[in-house]
């Protein structure tokens, strides 16, 4: 057997006729910051529910440090689970939350766990509170305090800063982290915002409606993303419809509507004939005067202007091509004026290594 | 247009169940309050004094002062009374405790059941209402008397070998006490189980707690308000029941209801009976306003 920590095998869920999770397969090193990206009801939180208990997988395993998981009931389980917006238990104080699932310490001892924990937290001297008379911002730590008391193998946290506004939102992620590492605890975070995925983990595990469709870094997904699914969900991309004309070496050129492009691919990037999409993240486009296109370039293309919005750190362009198509070029704002106008005729170019190849 | 035709009518909307309650409980009430404090006459009314409008303010006089508190003397003073109040008390309290313990697992159970059924399970304790309340109690006649079902049914299951002493005993009062009121436990304590938030129990189990103390320490806890109002349902109407201690209870289960109701029609003593009326509603609401203190010194601790 590998030497996981999680390893999860075919995992599949289902609810009635519902798949909740379809042939889920991941494996998780101990120490990991890993993090479930998806929109809402691709099968995150019930994937978390699976590892922690609630919900028994309809088939496929779960080992967690090389043993099945099947038989284990919830409270059997080396795991905790920061639940979405905490589930605090209402009738106790913030000291009997964090210290509810501590056992055999004494007295003394939960007590003195339960200080060290709240100070881990910033939530000194905030034992005798009751819930509802906290902050949200709070309440998280609370719950993040009281998941982390059993000392877990694996935190489980769905959805942590989806109840905070955004201010707080950036700070948490920082303090997430670095607590994370500090600790060294295996963290799997589910969260709809890919910005906080790419904030967060060193891995991503992207789901879509219940497969787990690709997994890696950031910079993988953003960069390779293996599918139209994966490239969209993490960042705005220009998709070009065509088919593979031939491939020479690790550039590939492919017929489409604005002509013969070259894209980078993989060696097992699919051959001459197959349909294909090209996949262009928009700041990886030169733009430039009309003139300047030459046929040097091997992705020199022309088209004019249609809108340009000033987003701040970049200016973004729309573009009317040839075919009537529209394709989205960013460029880095720098401090000047846009140096285009609507109307204006420019021509774009990338180099083969910008764009992606993706099953059509 | 609308603000023509509508408010005297609006206006008189919050005023509906004040006119309400004063007409069907405050008056008769006081109607009962005044007769407790009256003497016992051989006339028609039965009853001394009588108001006489005719003779004006000092008529009123002489009526107020021959109103007197005798026949709250004779209830304090005579060990029947305080006994049969006592024995109310303590009969009522041992009911709920038998209809918390039975009604809570039935409760949970439906709440915990699949949704689909719920409503089924919810029907089903309702469905005895549609049966008279006496006919169900005269059907525990049937079961717990000597040659009745129960001991035929134990007795040819060899489990005992001579009738059971049952009917006429205050067990008989407690079993049909706690037949009789467990929809009114069980309801309320339903609708705050299927309310608790079902992630609450989650996150204990998650934290290492077994079943059990899932629901020791989180639940049950959780589902006190319901508790609470389950035990009250019962328990006020139980101090005061009649039927049950009178159809199941035989000559000496003696409860207040029985108390009042042979002072009344027995021994025609109107003032007496109301006076065990008075002291019956004391009763009862005593709990209810402890209730009322406890629940808004939660809410403001909760604060
Ligand atoms: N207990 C359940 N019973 C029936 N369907 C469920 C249950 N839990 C989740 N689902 C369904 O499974 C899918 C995935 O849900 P969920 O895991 O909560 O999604 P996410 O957390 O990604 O938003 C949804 O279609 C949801 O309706
Ligand atoms: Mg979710």
């Known amino acids: ?360 | 247009m609308r603000t023509s035709g509508r408010p005297a009518v609006t206006r008189l909307v919050p005023v509906l169940p004040f006119l309400w309650l004063g007409a069907f409980f405050l008056l008769p009430v006081l109607i009962t309050l005044k007769i407790s404090l009256s003497a016992a006459a051989t006339a028609q009314p039965p009853y001394l004094p009588v108001l006489d409008w005719s003779a004006g303010p000092e008529g009123w006089g002489t009526f107020l002062e021959e109103l007197d508190f005798a026949n709250f003397e004779t209830l304090a003073n005579d060990a029947l009374y305080r006994d049969a109040a006592l024995s109310s008390l303590s009969l009522a309290a041992i009911a709920t405790a038998f209809l918390l313990v039975v009604g809570t697992p039935i409760a949970y159970a439906m709440a915990r059941a699949p949704a689909r059924v719920q409503p089924l399970l919810v029907a089903l304790v309702i469905v005895p209402f549609w049966t008279s309340f006496l006919i169900r109690i005269y059907a525990w006649i049937a079961i717990l008397k000597p040659e009745g079902l129960l001991s035929a049914g134990l007795m040819r299951l060899g489990l005992i070998d001579r009738p059971l002493e049952l009917l006429n005993t205050q067990a008989a009062v407690l079993i049909g006490l706690t037949y009789a009121y467990l929809p009114f436990m069980v309801l309320p304590l339903y609708a705050v189980f299927a309310r608790l938030d079902p992630r609450l129990r989650d996150a204990a189990a998650d934290l290492g707690a077994s079943p059990t103390r899932v629901f020791w320490s989180v639940t049950l806890p959780l589902a006190g308000p319901g508790l609470m109002a389950g035990a009250l349902l019962c328990f006020v109407p139980m101090v005061g029941e009649f039927i049950i201690p009178d159809l199941l209870g035989g000559s000496d289960t003696l409860m207040l209801g029985r108390v009042l109701w042979s002072e009344f029609f027995s021994n025609r003593d109107w003032p007496l009976a109301s006076a065990v009326a008075i002291l019956l509603l004391i009763l009862v609401v005593g709990p209810l306003v402890l209730f009322r203190e406890a629940e808004t010194r939660r809410t403001e601790a909760a604060r």
Do not use: W
């Open chain 1, 1 to 360: 057997m590998s030497t996981a920590l999680l390893s999860l095998a075919h995992v599949t869920k289902a609810f009635g006729a519902d798949m909740a999770l379809d042939d889920v397969s991941l494996d998780l090193a101990a120490g990991e910051f890993f993090c479930l990206l998806g929109p809402s009801g691709c099968g995150k939180s019930t994937l978390l529910r699976l590892i922690a208990g609630f919900e028994a997988p309809t088939s496929g395993t779960l080992h967690l440090a090389g043993e099945d998981m099947a038989a284990r009931p919830p409270h059997r389980r080396p795991v905790n689970m920061m639940f979405q917006s905490y589930a605090l238990f209402p009738h106790m104080d913030v000291a009997a939350n964090v210290g509810y699932g501590l056992k055999g310490l004494g007295r003394a001892g939960i007590a003195a766990r339960v200080d060290e924990l709240l100070r881990l937290v910033r939530l000194d001297g905030f034992g005798r509170r009751r819930p509802d008379t906290l902050s949200g911002g709070q309440r998280q730590r609370v719950a993040l305090a009281r998941a982390l008391a059993r000392e877990p193998k694996i935190l489980l946290l769905d959805e942590p800063l989806g109840a905070l506004d955004r201010t707080l939102r950036d700070e948490t992620q920082g303090e997430l982290r670095a607590l994370q590492k500090r600790l060294g605890t295996t963290f799997i975070v589910v969260t709809h915002d890919p910005g906080e995925a790419m904030a967060l983990a060193d891995r991503i595990g992207v789901m879509d409606r219940g497969r787990l469709v690709q997994v890696g870094d950031a910079a993988t997904l953003y960069e390779r993303p293996a599918t139209r699914f994966v490239a969209g969900l993490l960042g705005d991309v220009n998709l070009i419809a065509g088919q593979v004309a031939d491939r020479t070496g690790d550039i590939a050129r492919v017929e489409t509507g604005l002509g013969s492009l070259h894209a980078g691919v993989q060696p097992d990037a699919p051959g001459a004939g197959a349909a294909v999409v090209v996949a262009l993240r928009p700041e990886r486009i030169v733009l430039g005067p009309a003139d300047t296109a030459t046929d040097a370039e091997p992705n020199a293309l022309a088209g004019h202007v249609t809108e340009i919005t000033y987003l701040g750190d970049r200016i973004r362009h729309r573009v009317r091509m040839a075919d009537g198509s529209e394709i989205r070029a960013t460029v880095a704002a720098g401090g000047q004026a846009p140096a285009f106008a609507p109307g204006d005729a420019v021509a774009l170019g990338f180099p083969p290594g910008a764009a992606t190849l993706l099953p059509a």
